[in-house]
């Protein structure tokens, strides 16, 4: 009877609706907030991707991709903090530039985590637990699904993704040096945008 009266007295202080203030993924950091900068003009641009932050009406849902007649978008929770939302929206651009429609969810998940990997490796970010967590989970996924030529499969798969990485890691690079101008521009002038 204790524990329903605790229950009872928790929703009546803190409805849902309320508890989602209390989850503040990650945190701040200028750094994450430089590349979120550049890999949202990389989406927005190249692959025609609006990216927004919304209340996704979730308190666990990070994020997500959609496509459909009015386009490309990518969600982003606003409870995001900057080393969260960059993991989010390097894998949700994964899915972007991984996606086919006939592709079972486990492996769409591990190609848009290896892409979320990669992207944050080259840019010296360290990958979050949580990113990590959801690659392992979704990687035995895969590994068992393929069955006996798992390995083989696995390294098929990491070629396509890699030559995916590849081709838009050399479009990024143009937004990072684009990035950097606007910041000396910024320095110069003594104005934050």
Not at 14 to 25: A, E, G, V
Request: charged share 30%; with cysteine; hydrophobic share 35%.
């Amino acid at each position: 009877m204790e524990s329903v009266m605790y229950m009872i007295s928790l929703r009546l202080i803190s409805p849902k609706r309320n508890i989602r203030h209390f989850l503040i993924w990650g945190k701040k950091s200028i750094e994450h907030r430089h590349w979120i900068w550049v890999l949202k003009a990389f989406a927005e641009e190249e692959l025609h991707c609006r990216v927004t932050d919304q209340d996704v009406e979730s308190i666990s849902l990070r994020g997500f991709y959609r496509y459909g007649e009015r386009g490309k978008e990518i969600v982003l929770n606003h409870l995001l903090n900057d080393t969260e939302k960059l993991s989010t929206l390097s894998h949700e651009i994964g899915h972007a530039v991984t996606f086919l429609k006939e592709m079972e969810s486990a492996e769409a998940e591990l190609r848009a985590d290896m892409i979320s990997m990669m992207l944050q490796w080259n840019m010296g970010i360290e990958v979050t637990d949580s990113r990590k967590k959801h690659f392992q989970e979704h990687y035995r996924k895969v590994w068992n699904k393929f069955g006996e030529n798992a390995s083989n499969k696995m390294d098929q798969l990491l070629d396509q993704v890699f030559q995916t990485y590849k081709h838009m890691n050399e479009k990024l690079k143009l937004y990072q040096s684009m990035s950097k101008k606007m910041e000396r521009k910024v320095s110069v002038y003594g104005k934050e945008y």
